[in-house]
């Protein structure tokens, strides 16, 4: 199976467009592909998230808009099950970005939340990114796209590897 790891990063509190997206595909238990891209979410940033992310707007000044990121990022997420660390969010921004600009996709999804997964598989530890990087000493820059979709996809290997059978955690999100 493959699996298509994938984190963003937000403007402000809305979290309805994104300002950064970060992508590790997974194929036979290991990463065969990387991409990341800064993203014009062509909203005001807030201090919040700057300050957490690092990315303001003079970051973002030149990077695409997401209707232009769009045709070259739809091929890979359309190519194998995505997968978020606290998919609900990701998954919602990602929805947020594609109804606003009114770009048709898919109706709905197959995802995999790597915090479901890992809440049944390793009862009574903290899921957080940083804690789950901390427990299998996976390299983390947390809050920066593309080190985030790395973790995601490490830490889905590790379940892989473990022997966990991930179609058990696979849900349908709803994107229109």
């Not at 998919?87 to 919602?92: E, H, K, L, N, Y």
């Not at 593309?146 to 830490?155: F, G, L, P, T, W």
């Not at 590897?161 to 696979?170: D, L, M, R, T, V």
Request: glycine share 6%; proline share 5%; charged share 20%.
């Amino acid at each position: 199976m493959r699996y298509i790891a994938f984190d963003v990063e937000t403007p402000n509190r809305y979290n309805n467009r994104m300002s950064a997206i970060g992508i590790s595909v997974i194929e036979d238990g290991q990463i065969v592909d990387a991409f990341y891209s800064l993203v014009d979410p062509e909203q005001p940033f807030d201090w919040f998230n700057t300050r957490l992310t690092g990315i303001s707007a003079e970051s973002v000044s030149g990077a695409p808009t997401f209707p232009a990121l769009w045709e070259q990022i739809e091929p890979v997420l359309s190519s194998g099950v995505l997968v978020a660390h606290n998919a609900s969010f990701d998954m919602g921004v990602l929805r947020h970005c594609l109804c606003d600009y009114g770009i048709a996709w898919k109706p709905a999804v197959q995802a995999l939340c790597t915090v479901v997964m890992g809440r049944s598989l390793l009862p009574g530890i903290s899921h957080k990114l940083n804690d789950m990087c901390d427990y299998y000493g996976i390299c983390l820059d947390h809050h920066r796209a593309d080190s985030d979709s790395n973790a995601c996809a490490e830490i889905l290997i590790r379940y892989l590897k473990s022997g966990a059978a991930p179609e058990k955690y696979i849900r349908t999100y709803r994107m229109e």
